[in-house]
């Protein structure tokens, strides 16, 4: 079963995330600070990795960076969270060093899309049911 680690100091947007992922059957762990993220990074096998750039810690730019230098956690596909209010670019994107950024507020298509991306395992046995 694939693993999603979720950094993100905001607990209702780390809540938010949780329940929209669960219900893939995604296991979701949760950091809320970078330190922690990194800590648990080491310890687990993730899949994939949320991390919101405004950590009150370390910058969310920095914990990217500190991953990818990593040569054991490297491999991990990194999707970065950003504010809509802040300026979004492919400049930002390429700095960061991650696979792909999801703006705030969360829209569940697009974060649906971006897994399916990065970890199309988590949705070999998903059933979707149209409204």
Same mark, same amino acid.
Request: glycine content about 2%.
């Given at each position: 079963?694939?693993k999603?680690?979720?950094?993100?100091?905001?607990?209702?947007n780390?809540?938010?995330l949780?329940?929209?992922?669960?219900?893939?059957?995604i296991?979701?762990?949760?950091?809320?600070?970078?330190?922690?993220?990194?800590?648990? %990074?080491k310890? /687990?096998? &993730?899949?994939?990795?949320? @991390?919101?750039?405004?950590l009150p810690?370390?910058?969310?730019?920095?914990? *990217?960076?500190?991953?990818?230098?990593?040569?054991?956690?490297?491999?991990?596909p990194?999707?970065?969270m950003?504010?809509?209010?802040?300026?979004?670019?492919?400049?930002?994107?390429?700095? %960061?060093?991650? /696979?792909d &950024?999801?703006?705030?507020? @969360?829209?569940p298509?697009?974060?649906?899309?971006?897994?399916?991306?990065? *970890?199309?395992?988590a949705?070999?046995t998903?059933?979707?049911?149209?409204e």
């Open positions: 079963m694939p999603i680690l979720c950094v993100e100091d905001n607990r209702l780390s809540r938010l949780k329940k929209l992922i669960s219900r893939l059957g296991e979701v762990l949760q950091a809320e600070t970078a330190w922690q993220g990194l800590q648990q %990074a310890k /687990e096998q &993730i899949s994939l990795m949320l @991390i919101n750039l405004d810690d370390m910058d969310g730019l920095e914990l *990217i960076r500190r991953l990818k230098a990593d040569s054991e956690l490297a491999h991990i990194v999707i970065a950003l504010n809509a209010s802040k300026a979004f670019s492919q400049e930002l994107s390429n700095l %960061a060093n991650c /696979e &950024i999801l703006t705030k507020p @969360i829209d298509h697009e974060l649906y899309n971006m897994l399916r991306r990065y *970890i199309p395992e949705f070999e998903v059933v979707w049911f149209s």
